[in-house]
Each structure stands twice: as structure tokens, then as C-alpha cells.
């Protein structure tokens, strides 16, 4: 059975930092497109960053420069490191796997999802 759970989510101010886990398998990880997402209240849910099996990325444009999405295959870990956190970054963050290739940020393309994990900034 496929199990994503995140932890790391928390409340910050404007300009914080926050990491984020993903307790995947280092089997999913090395093969499957992971990718993370949030959902802000009354908002659709958007994907913020995704990683390839062979290690490349994709970002949203609203992240990039401030999010980096790594993993740890030994740990069976997907990270989320925010940097120079905004208000408008909060959300409700999923990890996600999907049983493909390519790794776009669009949820439809994916699997397996997380219960997801608050992160709030204050301004």
C-alpha cells in the first residue's frame, strides 16, 4: 500500500523559513515523479514544484528562487525547503507521487497523495 505522509508544516512570519518531510519509500522515490502542491482556502489546489526520478526539478514561477524540492532516497524522504516565506504562500501542502516520467505541476497527473500539512505566514 502506498503511503505519503507530510509533517513540517507550522506558523511563521513573513520572510521565515520552513522544511517540509514526506515519508515516502526509497523504491517511490527513485522511480516515481514526486511533486508538491497546496491548496489555499476557496482556491484551487496549484503545484509548486516536482521532481524527475533522474533528479531534475520543476518549479512554479511564484517559488522559484525561494522553494527548493530535494530528496533522500536512503531516508525514503521528499523535502520542501521555503525560504522567504510570504502571506500569500499559505496553504495546505500535499505531497504527491505519480507512476510516470514526466512530472508536470498539474494534480491530475498524479496517483498517490499525502494528507497534507498547514503552513501559515503572518505578515
Known amino acids: 500500500q502506498v503511503q505519503l505522509v507530510e509533517s513540517g508544516g507550522g506558523s511563521v512570519q513573513s520572510g521565515g523559513s520552513l522544511r517540509l518531510h514526506c515519508a515516502a519509500s526509497?523504491?517511490?522515490?527513485?522511480?516515481?515523479?514526486m511533486g508538491w502542491f497546496r491548496q489555499a482556502p476557496g482556491k484551487e489546489r496549484e503545484g509548486v514544484a516536482s521532481?524527475?526520478?533522474?533528479?531534475?526539478?520543476n518549479y512554479a514561477d511564484s517559488v522559484k528562487g525561494r522553494f527548493t524540492i530535494s530528496r533522500n532516497n536512503a531516508k525514503g524522504t521528499l523535502y520542501l525547503q521555503m525560504n522567504s516565506l510570504k502571506p500569500e504562500d499559505t496553504a495546505m501542502y500535499y505531497c504527491?507521487?505519480?507512476?510516470?516520467?514526466?512530472?508536470?505541476?498539474?494534480?491530475?497527473?498524479?496517483?498517490?497523495w499525502g494528507q497534507g500539512t498547514q503552513v501559515t505566514v503572518s505578515s
Open positions: 504527491a507521487a505519480a507512476r510516470q516520467y514526466s512530472c508536470p505541476l498539474s494534480e491530475y497527473e498524479y496517483n498517490y
Open positions: 521532481m524527475y526520478r533522474d533528479g531534475s526539478t
Open positions: 526509497g523504491y517511490m522515490l527513485s522511480r516515481y515523479c
